[in-house]
């Protein structure tokens, strides 16, 4: 199958990441945050900083900033890394990375309002915590941050500057900045977040409005710099030393970047590995890239909670959705009521039928339409017989498009309902004539065009990720994101000012907006922890992390399977399971890593009763796999306080190529709470599955100009080829290869296809291949 793609430019560019001539230089002494007298340990820290900082500056290198607390590094400017290395005292040096910003009716979906009946009320919800926001500052004049009858604690606010500290309340407050502007907001990015984890009840214009923990408190720290709108990692570092001191219970940071190498040896990792340490819940969006091994570096460390994106519960979208061309609206056929969407390759039935009616069964060989969408005019017979006839032939889908006989509608754009009694045949949709002719049309030009049919579907639980939402296994094999949490779309607060894509993003004159990401998942999480500690004081950061994750609500599709564990990670959010559960699970997730088809592996589950009566566990697995894990016990019998630890082993002698994957479920069996612990392993494949765009080098192509393309290939568990080398094809629109490279100094297993727009302005069409695999990509200059 080929799949014409056209690329949209967000205008990261992975060589532009690091940014130039900037470096983090680690010191070989501990940070302040492991000793136990910290005020000591950081004096201590200054002396050993202030030496270095000498031999620093004989180098020619500056300083500009100093982190002590989360970290025992310097930030400095100097002409290259290599200039840095080698001092006393230096242990090592890390160029500082720009990160990506990751672009409430979601509360009943993730039960919250339950939550916070179960905790004592709205007005209860997150009290005494601190939550502390990474962004872009936030809008003080929003009524999501009105202080009403709040107050701030002893100590409290805490300010970067005096003009900081004006822009507290006794909702808001910490304030700080870090580049000599005031917290204030400047695209409404952090506005929205901070709104969708604590904002307070008010009225919007659609109604009364809240964030997940509206009694929580909430720190300012604007990271994202007032120059650029960068967010750069020593700020962000910087950030950190302030949350530890400040005592933030909770983290939010909804930006990131793609996952490239891990952070698990990184200077920028063991500082956010340190404040889980300390018993501070760090929260991650999980990235805004769809495809395997995408989710954010940080947000793929162990202890980091990471979130990707469901969409929203109802749907009342009928459209076939072309892979080429603009979406179309449509009617549904009568006998589809609620539908997963449905995707196939489009043939226009008159290569087999002169009339295009498909009202003559006999014209379609066996298996002809095999897989396919149907592409057929209304006329002549009934609707249901033509959907009769192409499933015969093998047909998953059907659409249908006026007529120009003027019997039945006279300028052919009328939108007819398909009666289709039958429940189980197959889904049309019916379209207009002109949008049926132009289906026609790119049928005949696109090769191998494929479609889309996307249906309504009610109201309930999600049934569906967002198609942005980033995908694990992390670089490192880990099972990523750990949940997913509302992200399209998401009701919430913004900057009052017009909208603009560039500049103010997330702004609007209302004050408010619908918008979507990973950004917006993120905080919904953070704010549930913060109700979750509040309401259950006491636990260890390790049995919160497991009782948001663990008590996740599945993800079912509409065709009734469950999302991939590195799609979803355990589920949904559900705040009411974690805040009832008895349940604690460690790990939170069980990662077999990947190899062979011989598997012979064992990890250790343990499980602390965290209720306040005897439990008797059930202990279970959830797969489809023909591979399943064994466990060495069908139940344990735990004591308030106590944990159990059994064996969870999974053998097979010979498992094709592809990932193996499932639960295990925990269940109390007096209280019916539920715990599903996510395991997977991979077996390696040799052929590839699936090509993923992950990044454009240029954010307005021209035509003659160089593009390049970081792409990576995927076998059918979802782990990189790095050394299966794409061939590149060029289709159309005077489009030229350059040239294709590894890309293992900048993203390993990744490849960089560089291209040379056409001399024309329009479509630059160029082909990817890996064995089989065929992919067809577009870049539309002016």
């Given at each position: 199958?080929?799949?014409?793609?056209?690329?949209?430019?967000?205008?990261?560019?992975?060589?532009?990441?690091?940014?130039?001539?900037?470096?983090?230089?680690?010191?070989?002494?501990?940070?302040?945050?492991?000793?136990?007298?910290?005020?000591?340990?950081?004096?201590?820290?200054?002396?050993?900083?202030?030496?270095?900082?000498?031999?620093?500056?004989?180098?020619?290198?500056?300083?500009?900033?100093?982190?002590?607390?989360?970290?025992?590094?310097?930030?400095?400017?100097?002409?290259?890394?290599?200039?840095?290395?080698?001092?006393?005292?230096?242990?090592?040096?890390?160029?500082?990375?720009?990160?990506?910003?990751?672009?409430?009716?979601?509360?009943?979906?993730?039960?919250?309002?339950?939550?916070?009946?179960?905790?004592?009320?709205?007005?209860?919800?997150?009290?005494?915590?601190?939550?502390?926001?990474?962004?872009?500052?936030?809008?003080?004049?929003?009524?999501?941050?009105?202080?009403?009858?709040?107050?701030?604690?002893?100590?409290?606010?805490?300010?970067?500057?005096?003009?900081?500290?004006?822009?507290?309340?006794?909702?808001?407050?910490?304030?700080?900045?870090?580049?000599?502007?005031?917290?204030?907001?400047?695209?409404?990015?952090?506005?929205?977040?901070?709104?969708?984890?604590?904002?307070?009840?008010?009225?919007?214009?659609?109604?009364?409005?809240?964030?997940?923990?509206?009694?929580?408190?909430?720190?300012?720290?604007?990271?994202?710099?007032?120059?650029?709108?960068?967010?750069?990692?020593?700020?962000?570092?910087?950030?950190?030393?302030?949350?530890?001191?400040?005592?933030?219970?909770?983290?939010?940071?909804?930006?990131?970047?793609?996952?490239?190498?891990?952070?698990?040896?990184?200077?920028?990792?063991?500082?956010?590995?340190?404040?889980?340490?300390?018993?501070?819940?760090?929260?991650?969006?999980?990235?805004?890239?769809?495809?395997?091994?995408?989710?954010?570096?940080?947000?793929?460390?162990?202890?980091?909670?990471?979130?990707?994106?469901?969409?929203?519960?109802?749907?009342?979208?009928?459209?076939?959705?072309?892979?080429?061309?603009?979406?179309?609206?449509?009617?549904?056929?009568?006998?589809?009521?609620?539908?997963?969407?449905?995707?196939?390759?489009?043939?226009?039935?008159?290569?087999?039928?002169?009339?295009?009616?498909?009202?003559?069964?006999?014209?379609?060989?066996?298996?002809?339409?095999?897989?396919?969408?149907?592409?057929?005019?209304?006329?002549?017979?009934?609707?249901?017989?033509?959907?009769?006839?192409?499933?015969?032939?093998?047909?998953?889908?059907?659409?249908?498009?006026?007529?120009?006989?003027?019997?039945?509608?006279?300028?052919?754009?009328?939108?007819?309902?398909?009666?289709?009694?039958?429940?189980?045949?197959?889904?049309?949709?019916?379209?207009?004539?002109?949008?049926?002719?132009?289906?026609?049309?790119?049928?005949?030009?696109?090769?191998?065009?494929?479609?889309?049919?996307?249906?309504?579907?009610?109201?309930?639980?999600?049934?569906?990720?967002?198609?942005?939402?980033?995908?694990?296994?992390?670089?490192?094999?880990?099972?990523?994101?750990?949940?997913?949490?509302?992200?399209?779309?998401?009701?919430?607060?913004?900057?009052?000012?017009?909208?603009?894509?560039?500049?103010?993003?997330?702004?609007?004159?209302?004050?408010?907006?619908?918008?979507?990401?990973?950004?917006?998942?993120?905080?919904?999480?953070?704010?549930?922890?913060?109700?979750?500690?509040?309401?259950?004081?006491?636990?260890?950061?390790?049995?919160?992390?497991?009782?948001?994750?663990?008590?996740?609500?599945?993800?079912?599709?509409?065709?009734?399977?469950?999302?991939?564990?590195?799609?979803?990670?355990?589920?949904?959010?559900?705040?009411?399971?974690?805040?009832?559960?008895?349940?604690?699970?460690?790990?939170?997730?069980?990662?077999?890593?990947?190899?062979?088809?011989?598997?012979?592996?064992?990890?250790?589950?343990?499980?602390?009763?965290?209720?306040?009566?005897?439990?008797?566990?059930?202990?279970?697995v959830e797969t489809r796999d023909t591979v399943q894990p064994l466990l060495s016990a069908s139940e344990v019998t735990v004591e308030p306080g106590s944990t159990a630890t059994f064996q969870v082993s999974l053998a097979s002698g010979g498992a094709d190529p592809g990932a193996y994957q499932g639960f295990v479920k925990i269940t109390d069996t007096q209280s019916g709470a539920v715990a599903r612990v996510p395991y997977w392993y991979a077996v390696e494949g040799s052929g590839a599955a699936s090509i993923t765009i992950l990044d454009i080098s240029s954010s307005a192509p021209k035509k003659n100009s160089v593009v390049g393309i970081y792409v990576r290939?995927?076998?059918?568990?979802?782990?990189?080829?790095?050394?299966?080398?794409?061939?590149?094809?060029?289709?159309?629109?005077?489009?030229?290869?350059?040239?294709?490279?590894?890309?293992?100094?900048?993203?390993?297993?990744?490849?960089?296809?560089?291209?040379?727009?056409?001399?024309?302005?329009?479509?630059?069409?160029?082909?990817?291949?890996?064995?089989?695999?065929?992919?067809?990509?577009?870049?539309?200059?002016?």
């Open positions: 199958m080929r799949f014409l793609f056209v690329l949209l430019f967000a205008g990261s560019v992975f060589a532009q990441d690091v940014v130039p001539g900037r470096f983090l230089v680690e010191l070989t002494g501990a940070p302040a945050m492991k000793a136990q007298d910290m005020g000591s340990r950081r004096s201590a820290i200054e002396t050993e900083q202030a030496t270095v900082e000498g031999a620093l500056q004989a180098r020619r290198a500056m300083v500009v900033a100093r982190v002590t607390t989360v970290a025992n590094v310097l930030v400095v400017q100097a002409a290259s890394a290599q200039q840095l290395a080698g001092l006393p005292g230096v242990k090592r040096v890390e160029p500082v990375e720009r990160f990506d910003l990751f672009l409430m009716n979601a509360l009943p979906i993730h039960q919250v309002p339950q939550a916070w009946a179960a905790t004592g009320g709205m007005a209860n919800a997150g009290k005494g915590i601190k939550i502390a926001i990474l962004d872009t500052g936030i809008d003080m004049t929003h009524p999501g941050f009105a202080a009403g009858d709040m107050t701030a604690p002893d100590g409290f606010p805490q300010a970067s500057s005096s003009q900081n500290l004006a822009l507290t309340n006794g909702k808001v407050i910490v304030a700080r900045s870090f580049d000599g502007a005031p917290v204030t907001d400047f695209e409404g990015h952090g506005t929205a977040v901070a709104m969708t984890a604590a904002g307070v009840q008010h009225e919007s214009p659609r109604g009364t409005i809240s964030g997940v923990a509206p009694a929580a408190w909430i720190g300012a720290y604007r990271v994202a710099d007032i120059a650029d709108g960068g967010i750069y990692s020593d700020t962000v570092l910087r950030a950190l030393d302030w949350v530890v001191q400040d005592g933030m219970d909770v983290v939010n940071m909804s930006f990131g970047s793609l996952g490239r190498f891990g952070a698990s040896h990184t200077i920028y990792g063991d500082a956010v590995r340190g404040l889980a340490d300390r018993g501070i819940i760090v929260v991650r969006a999980a990235g805004n890239t769809s495809g395997p091994m995408t989710v954010d570096d940080t947000a793929a460390i162990d202890r980091v909670i990471a979130v990707g994106a469901n969409s929203a519960t109802a749907s009342t979208t009928t459209q076939v959705v072309p892979s080429a061309g603009p979406s179309m609206d449509g009617v549904a056929s009568t006998n589809v009521t609620e539908h997963a969407p449905v995707s196939g390759p489009l043939v226009d039935i008159a290569v087999f039928d002169p009339t295009g009616l498909a009202c003559d069964g006999s014209l379609f060989p066996l298996e002809s339409l095999k897989g396919a969408i149907a592409l057929m005019e209304r006329g002549e017979c009934d609707f249901e017989t033509k959907l009769a006839n192409v499933a015969a032939a093998g047909a998953v889908g059907a659409v249908v498009f006026n007529t120009a006989d003027p019997s039945y509608d006279k300028s052919g754009e009328e939108l007819v309902i398909m009666i289709v009694d039958n429940p189980d045949q197959i889904p049309g949709i019916f379209v207009p004539r002109s949008k049926g002719l132009q289906l026609k049309d790119l049928a005949a030009t696109v090769e191998d065009l494929q479609v889309q049919l996307r249906f309504p579907f009610g109201k309930g639980a999600p049934r569906s990720l967002a198609s942005f939402s980033s995908r694990g296994p992390s670089v490192e094999l880990l099972i990523k994101p750990d949940l997913v949490a509302t992200g399209a779309p998401v009701y919430t607060a913004a900057l009052k000012e017009p909208y603009d894509a560039d500049y103010c993003p997330v702004c609007d004159p209302s004050g408010y907006i619908s918008t979507q990401g990973t950004s917006f998942s993120s905080p919904l999480v953070a704010g549930a922890a913060a109700v979750l500690k509040s309401g259950r004081p006491g636990l260890s950061m390790d049995e919160y992390r497991s009782l948001l994750i663990d008590s996740a609500s599945p993800l079912v599709f509409l065709d009734g399977t469950t999302a991939p564990v590195n799609s979803a990670g355990a589920g949904y959010l559900n705040l009411n399971s974690a805040v009832t559960s008895t349940i604690a699970a460690a790990p939170v997730s069980l990662s077999f890593g990947s190899g062979g088809g011989t598997i012979d592996l064992t990890k250790d589950v343990t499980v602390k009763n965290v209720g306040a009566a005897t439990a008797t566990f059930g202990l279970s290939v995927h076998d059918q568990a979802g782990l990189a080829m790095g050394k299966t080398e794409p061939v590149v094809v060029p289709v159309s629109g005077g489009v030229t290869v350059l040239k294709v490279e590894s890309t293992m100094s900048l993203f390993p297993n990744g490849w960089l296809v560089q291209l040379r727009m056409g001399p024309e302005a329009g479509a630059n069409v160029f082909r990817i291949e890996v064995g089989d695999l065929k992919r067809t990509y577009s870049i539309t200059t002016p």
